[in-house]
């Protein structure tokens, strides 16, 4: 087994829960911002949630996508 590649994965995983935790928090306080401003609680903080959450998926994607895409190019030298 190669001991990067488990770093690597750990790395990502890592990545994966910030990248949609902070996108849904951006989201959460935006809506709270605006619903207080505006007296319209809680539309805009729905609205910005689920928006946070497709965008944090999206995100998810592109890590994964560009993840994959790094592991292929690397070249495998020997056996451990």
Do not use: C
């Not at 990067?4 to 829960?17: A, T, Y």
């Not at 809506?31 to 809680?42: E, F, K, Q, Y």
């Not at 995100?59 to 020997?78: C, M, N």
């Amino acid at each position: 087994m190669y001991k990067g590649v488990n770093v690597r994965l750990l790395s990502l995983v890592g990545q994966v829960g910030a990248t949609i935790v902070v996108f849904i928090l951006v989201g959460l306080f935006v809506g709270l911002w605006i619903d207080g401003r505006l007296n319209t609680s809680p539309v805009f903080t729905l609205f910005f949630i689920f928006s946070g959450m497709a965008a944090g998926l999206w995100g998810v994607y592109r890590l994964t996508v560009l993840a994959l895409k790094g592991d292929s190019e690397q070249p495998v030298h020997g056996k451990d």
